[in-house]
C-alpha cells in the first residue's frame, strides 16, 4: 500500500492575506493509497492548504504535483479533473435533487441525441458507484433524506466518479455518531486499497491515530513536521500542534469580587449543556474551545440571542430570562458577533446610526432623534476609539473589519452596558487593530466592565484572560485560573481524548479570581 | 481560517460625496424634469397650473398608497393586499356613515379597518415567521372577498356629501386631496428621517440579524408598517370614495403594482434598507404626469401601459448603473 513513489507533493507553499500569512513555505508529501492526516490548531492553515489544493485560493508561491507533474489548477473545477476531490465539512449538495442527479450534477450522462437528460442511465451508474461504498443507499432517492453520513459517501461516490486520485476530507466526523465513524473508517481504508490518497483533517486524535498512516502538522501556517503515527504518541502530536512560545505579556488583573453574571445548568437542549460559570466585576474571562465546542451557541443563549431551555443566568443577583437581544440589553449585556458582517452591521446605514441602535431613547428627545448631539457624541467616542477614517456619516460598510469592531463596541459603550460579550473580537482584522482592540478590552476591564472573551486564538486568551473557561463538546470542561491558565492545559481540557469520549467529568477547578 | 478580511472594500465608491445629499431622489427629480419637458414640448397645455395641479390631484391616491408601500419594502417586505385592504376599509367607512354613525367616527372607523388589516399581515409575518410576499397575496384574496361577501357585491351609495365636497374642494386652488397627501408625507418624512422608528424600519431592512442583536425591536417594527400601509390604503379610499360618491367592492384593484412601481422608481430596494420618502413622490408622480401627458395626446391606453412598463424599467436600470452593484 504505503510505498515511496509520491503521489501527491506539496511544495513551498506560500498564501497570505492582508495582515495575516496564513501558510509559510509548507511543504509535504503523500504516497500513493496513504491515509495521511492533516493537523493543527485553529488558524494554523489547515483549511486555507485544503483551500489551496482544492484550488479555491491561489498560493502566492510554491507548486502542487501530482505523480511528478505540477499541476496549477484555476479553479475548483480544474482541480477536480487534476485528481483533487474535496469533500467540505458543510456537505455540498442540492437538497430537492435525488442522489443519482447529485452524483452526476453538471456532468450529467445524455440520452442518444444529447439533449435530455438520461435518468435511467444516470441511476444505473450511481448504484455502481455505490453499490461498492453502500448498497443501502437508493440513487433515486432525494438526497436530503438519507443521513448525513450517507450523504458524505455521496460525496465520495461523486469524488470516485471524477477518478479522484487524492480525496481532502475536512472534518470529516463533525456532525457523524461514533458507529457512523467506524463505517467511513473501513470506507476509508478500502478506498486507500485502491490506491486512492486521502489527506484528513480532523480534531479528534484518536480518529487521526486509527485511520491515517502519517499525519502533517501545521502551526501558525507553518509546517511543523510530519510523522509516522505508529512512532508517535498523542501528546507528542499535541505537544507540536501547540508548542508554540508564550509571547504576550499577561495583562493585569482588574477582577472585583462581586458577581455581575451566573449561569448555572444553562443549555440549549441542542448543543449546550449544564453550564456553569460567574463573571466578577472588572473581570476578563476567557472562553477556549476547539470550532464547534459551542462557545458561539453559549454566549447567543446569554445575550438572549438563541432561547435558552434549561437553567439560569443570574445579573447582578437577580434571576433573569431574556426572550430577546433588546432584553439583554437592558439587563446591561452586549454581544459583539463573531460575524460582524451577518450580525453585526447595518451596511448601507452611517456609523452613526449603526451606534445608536441599542440606545436610541438616549439621543432622542420628543420621540425625534437629535441629529447633532448624536453625531457629536458618536465623534467623540470613536475619537477615542481612533476610528479610521474619523467620519461618523460615513456608512459602516466603507470601513475596515477593524474599525467595523470598533463601531460595533462603541455601540455597546454608548449604550453604557455593563458586560460585554466578545465572540473572536480579532477574526479577520489586520494586526495593527488587533492590538487596539485588545487594548481597549483591557481599558474597559479597568473601567470596571465585565467581559468575557470567545476566541480561538491561544495567544489571544492567554493575553486578556483573568480565568479561562474551556469548553468542549457543548459542555464546560474546566475553568482555569492564575497559574494553571497554559496552553497545555487548555489544549488538554478541549481535544476531546481518545479515552474518554464519556467526558462527562464535570471539572470545575477552584476559581477565585 | 480567521482570515477573511474587509481592507480590501474599504477604498469606498463615491465616499467624497457627503452623505446628506441625496443623489438617489436628485436623479428622480431629473427624470420627472425630463418627461416634463418631453410632454411641454409635445403638447402646450401639459405645463399650465391647472393640468399640474389635475396630474398632482391624480398621482395623489397612489402617491398614499405608495408612501406605506414604501415602509414596508424597506423594512424588507411587501404588501400585496393594499387594494382590497382600501375597498374593505372604503365599504366599512361607508356602510358606517349610511348608518348614520357621526362623520369623524365613520373615518376612524374606515382607517381603523384598514389598519387592522395590516395588523393581521403583520402578525403573521413577524410571530408566524411567513414570507411578506405570501402573507399578503392571501390577504389580497381575503380582504377582496370580505368587501365582496359584505355588500354582496354592490356598491355602498349615499355617502355624505359634506364629506364629498370635502375631499372635492380646494385651499387657495390647491386640491384637498393633494393637501392631505402632502401632509402625510410630510409626517412620514419625519418619521423616516427624524425618528428612532424610522432607523429600526431602515436597521431590520438593512441586516434583520444585526439589527436584532443590536436590540431592535424587530416584530414589533415589521408589524407596524403593516399597520401603516393598511391605514394609509384606508385614506387612499377615502379619497376616491369621497372623489366618486359611492364605496365599490371591487375598488383598488392592481393598486398594489402601481404603488411597488412608484416606491422603485423612486429609489426603493425590494432587497430592504433602502427607500425615501421623497422619492417615492416623485415616482408616483412620475407615473401620474406619464399619464396625463398621453392621454392629453389622446394615446391609447394601450400605449400608456406600455409606457409605464418601459419607465420602470428604464428607472431600474439607470438605478443600477449609477449605484454600482446592487
Known sequence: ?513 | MNTTSDTKQTGGRRSFLPAAINLRDAGTLLGLALIFIVFAVLNPVFLTIPNLLNILQQSSINACIALGMTFVIISGGIDLSVGPAAAISAVAGAALMTAGVPLPVALLGAVGTGMLCGLFNGCLIAFAGLQPFIVTLGGLSLYRALALIFTDGNPIFGIPPEFRSFINGDVLGVPVPVLIVGLIAVILWVVLNRSPFGEYILAVGGNQEAARIAGVPVARTKITVYVMSGGLAAIAALILMGRLGAADPTMGNLWELDAIAAAAIGGASLMGGKGSVIGTLLGAVILGALRNGLTLMNVQAFYQLLATGIIIIVAMLIDRATRGRA
Open chain 1, 1 to 513: 500500500m504505503a510505498s515511496d513513489i509520491i503521489r501527491l507533493a506539496v511544495d513551498g507553499i506560500h498564501k497570505g492575506f492582508p495582515g495575516v500569512k496564513a501558510l509559510e513555505d509548507v511543504s509535504f508529501e503523500v504516497r500513493p493509497g496513504e491515509v495521511h492526516g492533516l493537523l493543527g490548531e485553529n488558524g494554523a492553515g489547515k483549511s486555507t492548504m485544503l483551500n489551496v489544493l482544492s484550488a479555491v485560493l491561489k498560493p502566492d508561491a510554491g507548486e502542487i504535483r501530482i505523480d511528478g507533474a505540477t499541476i496549477r489548477p484555476s479553479s475548483p473545477k480544474e482541480a477536480r479533473a487534476a485528481g483533487i476531490a474535496m469533500i467540505h465539512q458543510e456537505l455540498q449538495h442540492i437538497p430537492g435533487l435525488s442522489v443519482a442527479q447529485n452524483i452526476f450534477l453538471g456532468r450529467p450522462l445524455k440520452t442518444a441525441g444529447g439533449l435530455l437528460v438520461n435518468r435511467r442511465a444516470q441511476e444505473r451508474r450511481a448504484r455502481e458507484l455505490l453499490a461498492e461504498l453502500d448498497p443501502d443507499i437508493d440513487p433515486g432517492r432525494p438526497i436530503h433524506e438519507l443521513k448525513v453520513a450517507q450523504q458524505q459517501i455521496v460525496e465520495i461516490a461523486r469524488a470516485l466518479l471524477d477518478d479522484a486520485k487524492i480525496i481532502a476530507m475536512d472534518e470529516p466526523t463533525s456532525s457523524l455518531t461514533p458507529s457512523e465513524f467506524d463505517s467511513l473508517a473501513a470506507l476509508i481504508s478500502k478506498l486507500s486499497g485502491q490506491g486512492v490518497s486521502i489527506i484528513y483533517v480532523s480534531h479528534k486524535m484518536d480518529e487521526v491515530f486509527q485511520v491515517c498512516q502519517r499525519a502533517t502538522i501545521l502551526r501558525d501556517g507553518r509546517f511543523v513536521a510530519t510523522v509516522d503515527l505508529a512512532e508517535t504518541s498523542e501528546d507528542e502530536v499535541i505537544a507540536s500542534m501547540v508548542g508554540r512560545e508564550i509571547s504576550a505579556e499577561r495583562h493585569v488583573s482588574h477582577a472585583g469580587t462581586d458577581v455581575v453574571l451566573r449561569a448555572e445548568g444553562v443549555g440549549d437542549g441542542r448543543m449546550i449543556r449544564g453550564a456553569n460559570f460567574d463573571l466578577h466585576k472588572g473581570e476578563v474571562l476567557g472562553v477556549a474551545g476547539l470550532v464547534g465546542a459551542g462557545r458561539t451557541e453559549l454566549m447567543r443563549l446569554i445575550a438572549g440571542i438563541d432561547r435558552m431551555t434549561e437553567g439560569r443566568v443570574e445579573v447582578n443577583g437577580v434571576e433573569r430570562r431574556f426572550r430577546t437581544p433588546r432584553e439583554a440589553i437592558s439587563a446591561g449585556i452586549g454581544l459583539v458577533p463573531e460575524e460582524r458582517k451577518k450580525d453585526g452591521i447595518v451596511r448601507d446605514r452611517s456609523v452613526a446610526s449603526n451606534i445608536a441602535l441599542p440606545c436610541m431613547k438616549r439621543f432622542s428627545r420628543a420621540g425625534l432623534i437629535r441629529r447633532a448631539h448624536l453625531r457629536r457624541e458618536a465623534t467623540s467616542l470613536m475619537k477615542q476609539m481612533n476610528l479610521r477614517p474619523p467620519n461618523v456619516d460615513r456608512p459602516i460598510g466603507q470601513f475596515s473589519g477593524g474599525n467595523q469592531q470598533k463601531v460595533i463596541i462603541g455601540r455597546w459603550l454608548a449604550a453604557d452596558v455593563d458586560i460585554l460579550l466578545f465572540d473572536e473580537p480579532t477574526r479577520g482584522i489586520d494586526i495593527g487593530a488587533k492590538s487596539e482592540i485588545y487594548d481597549l478590552i483591557e481599558r474597559l476591564a479597568a473601567t470596571g466592565k465585565s467581559i468575557i472573551v470567545v476566541s480561538s486564538e491561544l495567544p489571544e486568551i492567554l493575553r486578556l484572560s483573568d480565568r479561562v473557561v474551556v469548553m468542549r463538546e457543548g459542555e464546560i470542561a474546566g475553568i482555569l485560573s492564575g497559574d494553571e491558565i497554559d496552553e497545555g492545559r487548555i489544549a488538554a481540557l478541549a481535544i476531546p481524548q481518545s479515552k474518554s469520549r464519556s467526558s462527562k467529568q464535570t471539572a470545575e477547578p477552584v476559581s477565585q479570581p
